[in-house]
């Protein structure tokens, strides 16, 4: 679990959170859209500033009075950044002035005894700077004004949010020299479970869960420890919908260039598929995302309590679900039921062979003894008179597992021939979850 201190941004709907995230992150990190209710999830950024590391959180806004189900999550979920957050900054809109919905959060705030900043945002001009006295009805203390997008009286606002951090704790240097933390995207069509099965993972209500597709829409990290002692990064996604459905949502769009996003930047990918719906046409090319990025990855099938069993029914399952995602034959599947806890203590365990399997390395002359068996169980064919020849082999990378064949002509090795190849590589070393990649080299032309 990351040790770096909390600092939580909450507010009321579109007073300019995101903005003065995106400003601090560095990059775009949170979606920026002038409509109430687009900022959902909490979404964290590392931050440094004097030499200080702290953790910001975005959130999304707070909605006092609101009976929606969707406003009142996100209302649970910035109470839950409140609980977690060592210090709070309270967002308020110069452009509006103090209303009711203000000082609702405020009397919320007032009670968490954590230490909170007063941040007055979009005092864009000189003449807006007289609207901070009226926020000193609030009780919070001194205003501090600021436009996060003219990046007006920013590092003002940072210098007092690290002035009331916690005191600076030694483990927060340690984080880089223990296990390797494994990054783990779970991506899938919306409403598949992905978050449920996140919540379950973690054992608390980290990302919000709820029957609406599309309910998360940025990608959001959470790091953690297993009780067994391996580390992880949980990047729980926004469900990936069909081109055609997001063409003229930019909202949407956004949300499924994170989920791309996340694939790229993990180690091991949990394909998240409806036990119901069975292989989509949308999770077949979600899948070739992970295959294309070269990531390890398991099939995971959710809701596995809904659908009527009789004995064979999951291996039949298996089958179908393996077949119908044929390039990607080497992941493993496992069945679970994310809203009753049915078999996700077997997830982070797959996980942890998924990785150990893309992150091995073969020695050489191992890799050479397997490669020479495997050409005289089967040569290659023929092409035009002359034979493929396999000189040698050598593992290059790993994640995925990548091995330079060195070869008299690369044109002679048919794709039927190289998947001989990797098939052989499997049985003998394993490589369960996990593409392998091949390399050609031609070491001289020649013939025969």
Do not use: C
């Given at each position: 679990?990351?040790?770096?201190?909390?600092?939580?941004?909450?507010?009321?709907?579109?007073?300019?959170?995101?903005?003065f995230f995106n400003k601090i992150a560095g990059h775009r990190v949170a979606i920026v859209e002038d409509?109430?209710?687009?900022?959902?999830?909490?979404?964290?950024?590392?931050?440094?500033?004097?030499?200080?590391?702290?953790?910001?959180?975005?959130?999304g806004g707070i909605d006092p009075r609101s009976d929606d189900v969707l406003l009142s999550q996100m209302r649970r979920q910035a109470e839950i950044a409140i609980e977690m957050a060592d210090v709070i900054c309270f967002f308020c809109d110069a452009r509006d002035g103090l209303t009711r919905d203000d000082e609702e959060v405020a009397s919320l705030l007032r009670r968490t005894r954590k230490p909170v900043i007063l941040v007055v945002n979009k005092l864009d001009y000189a003449g807006l700077n007289?609207?901070?006295?009226?926020?000193?009805?609030?009780?919070?203390g001194e205003p501090v004004g600021i436009s996060a997008a003219n990046m007006l009286g920013l590092g003002d606002l940072l210098d007092?949010?690290?002035?009331?951090?916690?005191?600076?704790?030694?483990?927060?240097?340690?984080?880089?020299?223990?296990?390797?933390?494994?990054?783990?995207?779970l991506v899938g069509r919306p409403n598949v479970g992905k978050s449920s099965l996140t919540n379950r993972l973690l054992g608390q209500e980290r990302v919000m869960v709820s029957d609406i597709p599309g309910t998360t829409r940025d990608a959001i990290d959470t790091h953690f420890e297993s009780q067994y002692g391996g580390r992880y990064n949980i990047i729980d996604t926004a469900g990936i919908r069909r081109k055609r459905a997001v063409e003229d949502q930019s909202l949407e769009r956004y949300s499924v260039l994170r989920a791309i996003a996340a694939i790229r930047r993990c180690d091991v990918a949990l394909l998240v598929i409806d036990a119901v719906d069975g292989?989509?046409?949308?999770?077949?090319?979600?899948?070739?995302?992970?295959?294309?990025?070269?990531?390890?990855?398991?099939?995971?099938?959710?809701?596995?309590?809904?659908?009527?069993?009789?004995?064979g029914t999951l291996?039949?399952?298996?089958?179908?679900?393996?077949?119908?995602?044929?390039?990607?034959?080497?992941?493993?599947?496992?069945?679970?039921?994310?809203?009753?806890?049915?078999?996700?203590?077997?997830?982070?365990?797959?996980?942890?062979?998924?990785?150990a399997q893309t992150s091995k390395r073969i020695p050489t002359g191992l890799l050479n003894d397997v490669l020479g068996d495997a050409q005289i169980a089967l040569q290659p064919p023929m092409t035009g008179g002359r034979r493929l020849k396999v000189y040698y082999g050598t593992q290059i990378s790993a994640c995925p597992p990548t091995f330079a064949l060195f070869v008299n002509d690369e044109s002679l090795m048919h794709f039927a021939y190289q998947r001989y190849l990797e098939n052989q590589l499997r049985k003998a070393f394993g490589f369960s979850g996990t593409p392998i990649r091949f390399a050609l080299r031609e070491r001289a032309k020649e013939n025969g």
């Open positions: 679990m990351t040790t770096k201190p909390l600092v939580a941004i909450v507010g009321r709907p579109n007073v300019g959170k995101s903005t409509t109430p209710g687009v900022t959902r999830d909490r979404i964290y950024a590392d931050v440094e500033w004097t030499g200080r590391e702290f953790t910001l959180i975005d959130t007289d609207v901070l006295y009226e926020y000193y009805a609030l009780g919070l007092e949010i690290v002035k009331l951090l916690p005191p600076k704790r030694e483990d927060e240097e340690e984080d880089e020299n223990g296990l390797h933390e494994i990054q783990l995207a292989v989509t046409e949308q999770d077949t090319k979600i899948a070739g995302i992970i295959a294309e990025e070269g990531k390890a990855v398991i099939v995971v099938v959710n809701k596995w309590d809904i659908p009527e069993k009789d004995t291996e039949k399952f298996r089958k179908k679900v393996l077949d119908d995602l044929k390039f990607m034959d080497y992941a493993p599947v496992l069945f679970i039921s994310a809203l009753t806890g049915q078999r996700v203590n077997t997830v982070l365990d797959a996980v942890d062979q998924a990785y």
